[in-house]
Structure formats: structure tokens, C-alpha cells
């Protein structure tokens, strides 16, 4: 059973943001990374690049699938995870300890159209 | 039913046909309605056996004339060693499948290896794919990974001095696939930098494509083009004559982000326009970018080092509608050959191959210019293909041909673009300029 | 089997000073090529003498699988046997030894074979005309999606940017119509396995352009209801699109043409004979009702009065429909030729074998193994049919170890996990080349694993056991590329 971490936001698509003030963290589910299995690649965008809500940001490739990645909210990336360079794996062992994207929301009521923890487990149910 | 590929006998077909509980072969198409069941001749000839068909074949080759070789245009008449058919011909190689059973293709996915290497030698590169159709859509296969590798740029500029039909299969593809594409001018034979610059400084530009040795087989200067890009996010693509640079200076040397081209010059057969094969390469930035398929390095549950098709997440068996490009295929049992190619010339071959065909072109173009019947239309560097300029080309290419002479390719209404490789002796380049 | 003396890779058999190769002396003079336009080092190439290398191809040939070698049973791949003669027939010189911009005259030849094989396939599918200048069946689709938009555009009817592919299509057909800008709008399979037409209805309107379809479709299965979906398209203004990968039961039975496709694309490596060669090269030919002739690519070969001729483009500063080039010159020259020997080989009547013989032995091994195997869709079949792997799950033995099982027993894999609407799918196709003893020894053989699985069933999730080597490692591979003999070197230095 895929684990889901209470006080994130989630999308459809399976990726999270994490809120801290004016700061959101995302990246993807534990859903997603066990539907994708191994990683072994992470296309990330450049900081100060501009993400817009539900555009793609980036990729993931795992030996038999690849996934893009749809931004849940719209915003300025200020900070990459180089880790997930070296290490994509580290999205199997810990997908939400190892964000993909640290970006500067443009449009906070942008969270307000994902889901919570509660709704997100539900939709995985489903 | 009789026939050397049809090993069924009318009692296994019986049999079968009972095992499966139908009447005749006609049940195996009950679905098919009757409407489009197709129930008359094909219009075709009646069987023939071998003798007739070898019969057949070398009366249609009377209809084709074997000329001595002086045309090029992307396509040389190089000597090929014997040792390439004979191998090329093991039905291990010529009958098997695309490798994706590693277990039983380690002999594909071993060449496929060594031939990505020799071509990210030859070029100057990083890293080369598993070979492409051939040269022309190699090139518009960059094109388009240009334009998908910038996020808003939508234009890819290509120089006035890349081949006619590099050309027009670029403006095939651009104009289905949304890529804008502009020339840039030439100027004496060679691309302007300055225009270049300009358009690429207007903004907008996501990659640039040139040629080398260009249309006119001269050896362009490629100086600050890499830069002129980069400061700009612009990739540098470079299409080169894959023989030629054993001695030329490399797409990777001249800052190419994609190096592309054709490797039929790597002693291929003409064979009237094809199979050839095309290569593609990149720096290790953009590996992932590359269309096609990809040997890498792995290792086996016996702890062996093996090989692998791998990097398959780019492709279309995958991504479908999101694929880089919907490139299925290699042209492995060409890259075959171009790798038994290189390992037969090796390190000091393919110099000499190359040295010697720009020694034998440069001869000719002195032999024809002092007769003075022929002037070199550009002065500038060429590698073993040169343009010239002659008030009676059409009296002299017929003469030519009737002599058994192929002495170049037309260009516009007086000139001739005229190849030479280490295979022309130098009685035959003499009987050339005796015609003039 | 492989001699491992002659080493993995050339380049570890390679001795500075060695050398396979011998040219004529240089008699032109030496004429130095510039400084600025010379490259700083030499490529890394191999040296060695010429035994090393005839030995390493040799035993890397040992180490591979082809038709020649064995039952091929890949779905949707058609692994028939590739006749010799074809082979002889291309290596002539009078063939080989032609430059593609010869004048026509001296190339008469070589254009009557093109000439005649597009008039040989037009006939064979029912089309009006043929191209053969697409290089792949790829290549084809793509060829062939540019002319259904050009004629379209022609027309002024620029709102048609949608194409519709079945679920069931090979991935190729959403890749191919994304690099000719069409959006792909995917339509339903109905639990038979065919196109659901209710579903297909409300996706047709003015925005199509066209529906791409393969039949047999992927299952192996014939889409009975082609009259029905013809005129559906037609009638919303789009045209239909064949995928000739699966032509190979129609001959004989039924042409494209026939049932209202206005473009087809053929695989001349899959129906009519061409060696695979490890990945290429194909031939993709494409062929197309009357109306679309004016948008096929250029060149083309036309027959005249005087002779046989090319249709060249005319170089213009945009894209035209008269110069509309697809590649370099008149396709995979050598490949049309090996097709054109089959065709002549078989000839009319023979031909018309190939179709009901390839259904043969797929319904035959089907009919055999479904009492082992997971039949999901239990009907007629064309040229191949798919298992949804053994129909004892509960041994944990998946559609991948059976599959590298038969390498064991000395037959290639069927295709695996595709298509995509069952989890373990194992497509199987025999072609007619197979005589009914090589069946029947595929069906023994497919018993035999069905009953290790059962009795014995970590023998099966550990197979191969007899391969030169064993399962392999794609997770590394992807995770840490390796990509040329340079990294490979880097590597090794940089873990000493």
C-alpha cells in the first residue's frame, strides 16, 4: 500500500507540493514511484526557470515507462535537487523525503483546486 | 500447393485444418465479409524458378550502365574490402531480429556497441546512437530535437550550403512538424558568420545546421559558430562526410552539440541511393534527446559484462505520442558493415583513404583548370569534391558517359561538381581531362 | 559457440602497427590539407590484422539468433524465411555498383525494377499508386500521414488536425502522427478485441483528419467492421490510414484497397521477405488511392514513351507538394529489389498462398496450446494471436520467464507485454514459411514449460540456462550508461 503524507497537497497526476510560506516543494507520490518502478532518470528543469500550473516541468524514465511531470501549481523554480542527478533512484527509497523542485508560488489559491491527504487516498482507491 | 517456401502438404493442411475444426482454408476468413473478399488475380507475373529468375535479373542489369565513378553529392564510390560482404552474408547477422533478447543477440547488440564507439571517434562526440535511416533525415531527425530541446524557440536555420536534398527533406519535416525554418546565405561558396549572427542574435533560433565539406565540397570555417550559438541556447549542428574526418577537423571539435551525417562513404555500396545508414550524435548533455535505439554497457545475472538496448524510455514503443521521434528501426546490418569497415582500415586506413582521395581530387582539379576548358568556380579549400565552371559541360558530359565516364553532377546550366576517391586510378583521371 | 580468445570488444584486440587493409600506392602527388582544417588527433580506431578481424565478426555472429538459426515466433514481426536468392539477386553489380544521380538513360534497369514493383504492390493492395521511397515502416507512416495532411491543406481545410489510432495500435502510430503535428485521439477496443464503432462515432467530426488502423489488428485479429468505419470517416470528410505491419494474412484473402483505405504503408522486411538484419534496413513503401497520387514524394518513377523516368521536385523557398522530399533518392534500393525476387518467386498464384497458410499455423498453435495458455479473446485469428501468459497463475511464472525458457529449448520469444491491453500478453506469430513438424515441436516445447511451471517453477523464473549469457541487468544499464569503448575505459580507470 502506497504510503500518502498528511498536510500536502496533491494532484491527479500524482505529484505533491509541500507548502512553506511563500516556498513549495514538489515532487512525486509514493504511488507514482511504485507504479514507475526503478528510476533511473530525472529531466529537471533550470532555476529561475517559470512553471506553470498543470504544464509539464520536467520527466521521469524508469526502464519500461516514462512519465511526464505536471506542475500542480504555477510559479519560479529557485532551487533544484541536484541529488536526483547523481541518485534517481533516491525517489524509489524516499519519494516525498526528496523533492524534485523548489519553486516560488506565483498564485497560492492555485492549492486550492488539489487534493488533501484524505482525498488523495481515496483517489488512488478508486 | 507446391512451392520451395511452402513446406505445407495437402494432408498436414488437412489436419491442421481439422484440429481446428474448420472445413477449408476459406473458414479461416469467416469474419471477413464477403464484400471485400478479394477473389481475383493479382496482376502479376506467373512464378518463376531460379534459373529464370537470375535469367531475368541480369537482362534487366544489361539495361544499366557501370560508369567510372567521378559523381559524389553526398554519395562516393570508395572501395569496400572483401571481408565486408563475406561477413555481412552469416544469416546469424542478416536473419535475426532487432536485439531485444539480449540473451541470444549479444553478436548485434556487441557490433552496435563498437559502432557507436568508431563514430563518437570519428566525429569528435560523446556519445552516437545505433545508426538512423540514412543521412538527410539524420539530419532533420536533429533538426527536430533541436526544437524540442528549447522550451520556446521555434526556429531552426540551416545554411544555404547544406545539400539540395538535405534541404528539402529538412523543409518536409519543418513544415509538418511546426519547426520555422530559415536559411542563412552563403557567401563565395561558404556560410556568411555575419548573417549567421544576426539571425541568431534576433532571438527565437533553437538550432543552426551546417555542412562540412559543404555542397560544393569546400571546407568550411566553422570559428565562432559554436559560440555565436551557445550564447544564445542555440544548438550547433554540424552534418559531416563520415569518411572525410578521419583527417578533417571534428563537429565535436568545431563545438557541435549534435553531430549527424551519412556513412555510406564508410565504403557502402551506392547501390542506386540505398540502404546507406545515417549516424547521430551528442554530447552527453543531451543523450537523452537522441532518437533511435541505444547499446549501452550492463552486466548479466552470471556477473558477465554484457551488452543492452537501453535508454528506451525515449522511445516511441513507450512514450507513443510523446516520443522524441518515431524512429522504430536501425540500420544495423549497415552499421554492421561500416563497423567491420573501420575495424578492416583501422586507425591508419581510413587517414590513408582519405588522404588519398584528397590528393587525387586536388590532381584532377589542377589537371582540368590548366587546360583551361575548366575554372574552379570558389577558391577555397575543398576536400575530394570541387565545383568548376565549363562553357561546353553538356558536350563534355555526354562525351563522358559514352565513354563510360560518370564525370561528375550537373550543377546549374555550366557547372560540374566533380568527386574523386582512392579508388580512380590515375589512367582513368587522365582519360578524364583527355576528353576535355 | 562463441571463442572468447578473440576477445568482446575489437578495440581489445587492436595493436598499434597492425593493419588489415591494403590500397595502391599514392601516385597524385601530396598536397597538404590546411592546418586550421585538420583534426588535433587521430580517431580511436582499431588496428589489427585481418584474421583478428574476420574471427571477431565470426564469433560475434555465433553469439546471435536469426530465422536461419530457428523457429521465430515474434507477433507483429513476421519472421518469415528470407530466401537466398534474394540476397544473390541484390549483390549483381549491375545493381549495386549504380551512384544514384546517373543520367536516366544508363539507369533504365534500375528503374523498370521500380517501376514494376510499385505497379507489382499496387496490384497486391489495391492501391493506385506507390512510393518507394520511405525507408522504414516508420518512415511510411510518417510519409503517409504528411500526404493525408497535405491533401487536406490543398484543400483548405486547415481545421483537420486530429487523427484517431486504436488503443491496440503499435506505439509507432501516436509517434508518427506527433512528428507530422496531429494530435492523436484514441478510440476503444470493445472485449472482442476490435474497434468499438460506438465509441468511434462521437470522436468524428471536422476537425479529423484521418483514422489510422492495422488489420488484422494487433490481436491477430480481422476488424470486421471496416466497410462500416470507411464509410464513418469518409463520411466526416477524414480518410483511413493502413499500418501494413500485418498484411501478411490478407494476401490472398483481401486488399486494403478494397475495404476503403485511401493510404497504406508495408513493411517489405515483413510481408514480402527482406532480411531483418539485426534492426534494419527495412523498406516502407507507401501506396494511395487515385485522388492522392498528386501528393506522393518526389522523386517517383514513371513510365513514358522514351523510357522510364524520375519525377524530381523542384526546388522552391517553401514547402510545396511538388517538392516534397521524404529522403535522399528512390528509398532502400537493394531492399525493393529482395522484394521484388520474393514477388517474382511466388508469383500470381503462389502469392495467394501465403495469407491462408500464415492463418493456418497461428489458428493450429492457438487451437493447441489454449488449454495451458490464457486465451483471452477465444475466436478466429489471422496471422497471429496473443495469450494473456499461462492460465495457471498461481505458480507465480510470468510471460517473461516462459518466454526466456524457450531460448532454452532453442526458439526466439514471442513478443511479450505488448499489446498493452493484457498484462502478461505473449504474441505469437508462426508464419507460413513453418512447416507443420516445426509446430508442432513449438507446441510440445510450450507444454513442456507449462509443466515445469507447475512442477519445477524457479527451472522456468531462472531461465535462460543455456544462453550464452543470462538475464540482464536493464535497470544499470539505464541508470549508469556506458555508451561507447572511451566511457567504458573511463569507467573501469575511475573504479581502480
Known amino acids: 500500500m502506497a504510503k500518502v503524507i498528511e498536510g500536502l497537497y496533491y494532484s491527479e497526476s500524482h505529484e505533491f507540493v509541500k507548502v512553506a510560506g511563500n516556498t513549495g516543494y514538489i515532487g512525486i507520490t509514493d504511488y507514482a514511484q511504485h507504479a514507475l518502478g526503478n528510476i533511473v532518470y530525472v529531466d529537471m528543469p533550470e532555476v529561475d526557470d517559470e512553471v506553470e500550473v498543470n504544464e509539464d516541468f520536467g520527466a521521469i524514465e524508469s526502464v519500461k515507462a516514462a512519465s511526464d511531470l505536471k506542475s500542480p501549481v504555477s510559479g519560479k523554480v529557485i532551487e533544484v535537487n541536484e541529488a536526483l542527478e547523481d541518485e534517481p533512484g533516491l525517489l524509489n527509497k524516499d519519494a516525498f523525503g526528496n523533492w524534485i523542485i523548489k519553486v516560488e508560488l506565483s498564485d497560492t489559491s492555485e492549492l486550492k483546486d488539489l487534493m488533501d491527504a484524505k482525498a488523495y487516498e481515496e483517489f488512488c482507491a478508486k | 500447393m507446391n512451392h520451395k517456401f511452402l513446406p505445407h502438404t495437402n494432408e498436414d493442411i488437412q489436419q491442421m485444418l481439422d484440429r481446428i475444426g474448420i472445413k477449408d482454408l476459406n473458414g479461416l476468413y469467416a469474419e471477413v465479409p464477403e464484400s471485400i473478399r478479394f477473389k481475383g488475380d493479382y496482376d502479376l507475373p506467373e512464378a518463376m524458378s531460379e534459373l529464370e529468375i537470375r535469367a531475368f535479373f541480369e537482362k534487366l542489369g544489361q539495361k544499366n550502365s557501370l560508369l567510372t565513378c567521378f559523381a559524389g553529392g553526398g554519395v562516393y564510390d570508395h572501395y569496400a574490402p572483401s571481408v565486408i560482404p563475406n561477413l555481412l552474408s552469416r544469416s546469424e547477422f542478416l536473419t535475426s531480429y532487432t536485439p531485444y533478447q539480449a540473451e541470444i543477440s549479444q553478436g548485434t547488440l556487441h557490433y552496435i556497441f563498437e559502432f557507436q564507439s568508431m563514430i563518437a571517434e570519428l566525429t569528435g562526440m560523446d556519445i552516437a546512437n545505433a545508426s538512423m535511416y540514412e543521412g538527410t533525415t539524420a539530419t532533420a531527425e536533429a533538426m527536430m530535437a533541436a526544437f524540442h530541446n528549447s522550451k520556446k524557440a521555434d526556429t531552426v536555420l540551416y545554411s544555404e550550403t547544406l545539400s539540395e536534398n538535405i534541404i528539402g527533406v529538412l523543409k518536409t519535416y519543418a513544415h509538418f512538424h511546426g519547426v520555422t525554418l530559415r536559411p542563412v546565405k552563403a557567401e563565395e561558396g561558404v556560410t556568411s558568420h555575419e548573417e549567421l549572427k544576426k539571425q541568431v542574435e534576433a532571438g527565437g533560433v533553437a538550432g543552426v545546421i551546417v555542412q562540412q565539406p559543404n555542397r560544393y565540397g569546400i571546407i568550411e570555417d566553422f570559428t565562432g559558430f559554436a559560440d555565436t550559438c551557445h550564447d544564445k541556447k542555440a544548438l550547433f549542428i554540424v552534418n559531416s562526410v563520415a569518411s572525410d574526418l578521419a583527417l578533417l577537423k571534428t563537429p565535436g571539435e568545431w563545438g557541435a552539440d549534435l553531430a549527424v551525417g551519412d556513412i555510406q562513404s564508410l565504403g557502402l555500396p551506392m547501390a542506386f541511393g540505398g540502404p546507406y545508414a545515417g549516424y547521430m550524435c551528442s554530447t552527453e548533455k543531451l543523450m537523452r534527446k537522441l532518437p533511435g535505439r541505444i547499446v549501452g554497457k550492463t552486466c548479466d545475472s552470471r556477473g558477465q559484462r554484457v551488452f543492452v538496448l537501453t535508454l528506451q524510455a525515449r522511445e516511441q514503443h513507450i512514450r507513443r505520442q510523446k516520443a522524441t521521434s518515431n524512429i522504430c528501426s536501425n540500420q544495423s546490418l549497415m552499421a554492421l558493415y561500416a563497423t567491420i569497415y573501420m575495424s578492416i582500415m583501422g586507425k591508419e586506413g581510413m587517414k590513408e583513404v582519405a588522404q588519398t582521395s584528397y590528393d587525387a581530387a586536388h590532381y584532377l582539379c589542377e589537371q582540368l583548370t590548366a587546360t583551361e576548358k575548366a575554372k574552379l568556380v570558389y577558391d577555397k579549400p575543398f576536400f575530394n569534391e570541387f565545383l568548376v565552371q565549363m562553357k561546353e559541360r553538356d558536350a563534355f558530359f555526354d562525351k563522358a558517359v559514352r565513354n563510360g565516364i560518370l564525370p561528375g553532377i550537373k550543377v546549374d546550366d555550366d557547372r560540374l561538381l566533380i568527386a574523386v576517391t582512392e579508388k580512380r586510378t590515375k589512367e582513368e583521371i587522365d582519360t578524364l581531362v583527355g576528353l576535355l | 559457440m562463441n571463442n572468447k580468445l578473440y576477445g568482446n570488444l575489437i578495440f581489445e584486440l587492436s595493436h598499434p602497427g597492425r593493419r588489415a587493409y591494403s590500397l595502391p600506392e599514392n601516385r597524385f602527388g601530396h598536397h597538404p590539407l590546411p592546418d586550421a582544417c585538420r583534426r588535433a588527433k587521430d580517431a580511436e580506431l582499431p588496428e589489427c590484422d585481418e584474421m583478428t578481424v574476420v574471427r571477431h565478426y565470426t564469433n560475434h555472429s555465433e553469439n546471435n539468433f536469426g530465422v536461419d538459426n530457428g523457429f521465430y515466433p515474434l507477433g507483429s514481426c513476421t519472421m518469415k524465411y528470407n ?303 496473443v495469450f494473456d501468459g499461462l492460465k495457471d497463475k498461481s505458480t507465480g511464472v510470468t510471460t517473461m520467464d516462459v518466454a526466456k525458457r524457450l531460448l532454452d529449448y532453442g526458439y526466439h520469444a514471442p513478443t511479450i507485454y ?71 575505459i573511463h569507467d573501469m580507470e575511475s573504479e581502480e
Open chain 3, 83 to 385: 530466401p537466398v536468392i534474394n540476397e544473390e539477386i541484390s549483390s549483381l553489380k549491375a545493381f549495386t555498383d549504380l551512384h544514384p544521380q546517373q543520367p536516366v538513360e544508363t539507369v533504365q534497369g534500375a528503374l523498370e525494377v521500380e517501376y514494376n514493383i510499385q505497379r507489382a504492390l499496387a496490384s497486391i493492395t489495391g492501391m493506385a499508386d506507390v512510393t518507394l521511397n520511405p525507408y522504414a515502416g516508420a518512415h511510411g507512416e510518417l510519409t503517409g500521414l504528411m500526404i493525408i495532411t497535405s491533401y487536406h491543406q490543398q484543400r483548405g481545410d486547415t481545421k483537420r488536425t486530429k487523427v484517431i489510432v486504436p488503443d491496440s495500435a503499435h506505439g509507432t502510430n501516436p509517434a508518427s502522427a506527433a512528428v507530422c503535428g496531429l494530435e492523436v485521439v484514441e478510440v476503444k477496443s470493445t472485449p472482442e478485441g476490435l474497434v468499438d464503432v460506438n465509441d468511434l462515432r462521437p470522436l468524428l467530426g471536422d476537425d479529423i483528419a484521418g483514422m489510422m488502423m492495422t488489420n488484422p489488428n494487433t490481436l491477430g485479429l480481422f476488424e470486421k467492421d471496416i466497410p462500416e468505419i470507411a464509410k464513418l470517416v469518409h463520411d466526416c470528410g477524414g480518410l483511413l490510414y493502413y499500418d501494413g505491419a500485418n498484411l501478411n494474412p490478407l494476401l490472398g484473402a483481401a486488399r486494403p484497397g478494397d475495404m476503403g483505405f485511401d493510404v497504406i504503408h508495408l513493411n517489405l522486411h515483413k510481408t514480402f521477405s527482406t532480411p531483418h538484419g539485426g534492426g534494419g534496413p527495412g523498406s516502407g513503401p507507401v501506396g494511395v488511392c487515385e485522388k492522392l497520387i498528386p501528393f506522393l514524394p518526389k522523386p517517383h518513377v514513371i513510365k513514358t514513351k522514351e523510357g522510364f523516368a524520375i519525377e524530381d521536385c523542384r526546388l522552391t523557398e517553401e514547402y510545396s507538394t511538388a517538392d516534397n522530399r521524404i529522403g535522399g533518392y528512390l528509398g532502400n534500393f537493394l531492399i525493393i529489389l529482395r522484394a521484388y525476387t520474393y514477388i517474382l518467386s511466388l508469383g500470381r498464384n503462389h502469392i495467394k498462398e501465403v495469407g491462408p497458410l500464415a492463418t493456418l499455423n497461428a489458428n493450429y498453435i492457438k487451437e493447441c496450446l489454449k488449454d495451458d495458455y490464457e486465451l483471452p479473446i477465444d475466436t478466429l485469428c489471422k496471422h497471429e494471436f
Open chain 3, 418 to 488: 505488448f499489446p498493452l491491453l493484457f498484462h502478461e500478453a505473449m504474441m505469437i506469430e508462426p508464419t507460413e514459411s513453418e512447416s507443420k513438424d516445426t509446430i508442432d515441436g513449438f507446441i510440445k516445447t510450450m507444454h513442456v514449460i507449462a509443466k515445469e511451471a507447475r512442477e519445477t517453477p524457479e527451472l522456468v523464473k531462472e531461465a535462460p540456462h543455456s544462453t550464452p549469457i543470462g538475464r540482464v541487468d536493464d535497470v544499470l544499464a539505464a541508470k549508469h550508461p556506458i555508451l561507447t569503448y572511451r566511457q567504458l
